[in-house]
């Protein structure tokens, strides 16, 4: 199933205007940066860009046209899933001749719309694309023949494809026709925009970010377990943007004993400032439960919504199995570990069985500490509170092995920014990068 997204027309380009480079934060490309150069959401597919005419340039180096293939790429944040992000810019004589994005799975792939739109003018360009180019028959014919085909003259290439299908073999076929090939251009950018698909590609798992929102005293829930609202309407909202890029979204039994969530991406709760000009459609993620004993109700209120529910146990029940299976989910048995769900084996089945590169996990303290514990998160994404949560409140990382200070867990902040009333930190674990 999936439902009806109104994505943003947050372009900072006015008719006209000449693109350029985005600037870069120590992580390079920040999808969410509020600078107002990139959309915390894929610019729309109707954002106002320069006419041809108006984009004739001289004098612009490699990156700059990267660059603009990169904010291409953006488009397909949210649609292009399990595929990559990718876009595309053909330029002949200084002047852009066509340019393009990935846009779905199965739909054309970012240099066949670049082709496309540059069409005789495409002979003797130079091609930018943000990802290798294809060289294998997938659900789409191989990217490499069109490009020979309309015998582009040069090919600049920010990252090869990690997929063994490709893997520098896209640009050995370019090179055999003739076709001068320079890579590199903008890689870490490029990186940035596809963390979940080269995860999966080159380490058999979803690339995990873990979302957590906080009191200024690093406190999750009440000791009750109460927890709805710690942050902000607007802290909400932008949740609902990393929901939207997410394939998956993953919490543990206790949170949904306790919360009952729905775990899916809600047009309403998007960003009021993401005002409707298109509709897209894209998937619900898939949700995805962590559960030892299967402990899940089977009125649970996701089981009722559009979407997919998995849940992962270690439970041998064939009874309570059925219950959830009648109930519209689907179980999975994976081996346990420490008696819970052994979660190395369930983010290897996510990536092999449903093709998920980006995990966003909400979750409780028992399982995001597990999670870190295992080496298994790659991004933090913390909404801090203006608000003190006392001493009987549950702390954000449940890691009981850290007695010394020696021992601590080092984190890399790469982005802090201001969400309404709430703090956003964005940080990489060291240890598991
Ligand atoms: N502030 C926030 O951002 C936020 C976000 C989400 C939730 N919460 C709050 O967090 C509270 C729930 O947290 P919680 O710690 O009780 O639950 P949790 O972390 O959501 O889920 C923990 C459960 O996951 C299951 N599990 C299976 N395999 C596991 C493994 N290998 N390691 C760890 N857990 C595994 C266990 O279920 P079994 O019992 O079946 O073994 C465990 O009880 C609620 O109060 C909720 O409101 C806060």
Redesign the pocket.
Known sequence: MTDAIIPPASSSLSEGEIPHSKPLSKEGISPTSSNGEISPTPPSSNEKIPTLSKLVMGGFNDQYYMARALRLAERGLWSTDPNPRVGCVLVRDGEIVGEGWHQAAGEPHAEIHALQMAKEKAAGATCYVTLEPCCHYGRTPPCTDALIKAAVGRVVVAITDPNPLVSSKGIEQLLKAGITVDTGVLSHEAEQLNPGFLMRMRENRPYIRC????SLDGR???AS????W?TSTEARSDVQCLRARSSAIM??????L??DPRLSVRVDELPCQLQPDKQVTIKQPLRVI??????MPVDARMLSLPGQTVIFT?SNSETLKSMLEKAGAHVISVPS??Q????QAVCQRLAEEYEVNEVHM??????????LRAGLIDEVVIYMAPILMGNKA?GLF?LPDIERLNQHIPLDIVEIRAVGNDWRITAHPINTR
Do not use: F, P, Y
């Not at 919490?251 to 949904?256: E, I, K, M, S, Y």
């Not at 909400?362 to 999670?371: D, I, K, P, V, W």
């Open positions: 979302k957590l929102a906080m999750t829930a009440m377990g109460e927890s709805q710690i919490t543990g039994a206790g949170t949904v306790a919360d962590i559960d030892t004993h299967l402990s270690a570990r420490d819970a769900v052994d979660l909400e979750t409780g303290a028992t399982l995001s500490g597990a999670m549950r449940n």
